[in-house]
């Protein structure tokens, strides 16, 4: 498995599946969420009113519609309260369930913005060795290449420190 840092906009990428850090109504938000859902058009949110909603450290797949990648796995990650409340295991949670419907669903090239690591507060290292173990930890399955979007320099610097 072809693991790569990125620097950009995810939304830009044409890949099997974009990763969305969304919220549990799934109804579209801020950050990458708001940014997903401007460049794929109403149809995703139509799809997602269908889905309901998605618990924290699940994730769910819909089509990518605008977007040049084929689908989005939205995945809601943990609100970080310091660290002694779950966050670290439901933030592993959101990285093996998109990896395993990625893995479902035949696909193989991914990519992760870092979840939780805006809005919600995680702190971006700690948050970053979580992704990379947890991606590592697919390497034999179907998905093939894994990108990891980074928004900026600061979030480039920490994933190139963490793969190193
Ligand atoms: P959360 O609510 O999960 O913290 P945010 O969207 O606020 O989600 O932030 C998650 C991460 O995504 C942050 O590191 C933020 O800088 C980054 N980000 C925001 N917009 C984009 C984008 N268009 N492409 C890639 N990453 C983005």
């Known amino acids: 498995m072809e693991i790569e840092i990125w620097t950009g906009d995810i939304t830009r990428l044409a890949v099997d599946a974009i990763v969305n850090a969304a919220n549990e109504r799934l109804l579209g938000g801020g950050g990458v969420d708001g940014a997903i859902h401007r460049a794929a058009g109403p149809d995703l949110l139509e799809e997602c009113r269908t889905i309901g909603g998605c618990p924290t450290g699940e994730a769910v797949i819909t089509g990518g519609y605008r977007l040049p990648a084929r689908h989005v796995i939205h995945t809601v990650g943990p609100v970080w309260h310091g660290g002694a409340q779950g966050e ?6 959101c990285y093996r369930n998109c990896m395993a419907l990625s ?3 035949g696909l193989e090239s991914i990519a992760f913005p870092a979840i939780s690591t805006g809005v919600y507060g995680y702190p971006m290292r700690k948050a970053a060795e979580i992704a990379v173990s947890e991606v590592c930890a697919y390497a034999d399955k179907t998905v093939r290449r894994v990108i990891f979007a980074c928004f900026d320099e600061a979030g480039t610097a920490v994933y190139s420190e963490v793969l190193q």
């Open 103 to 105: 893995d479902s669903h």
């Open 88 to 93: 670290a295991a439901l933030l592993r949670a």
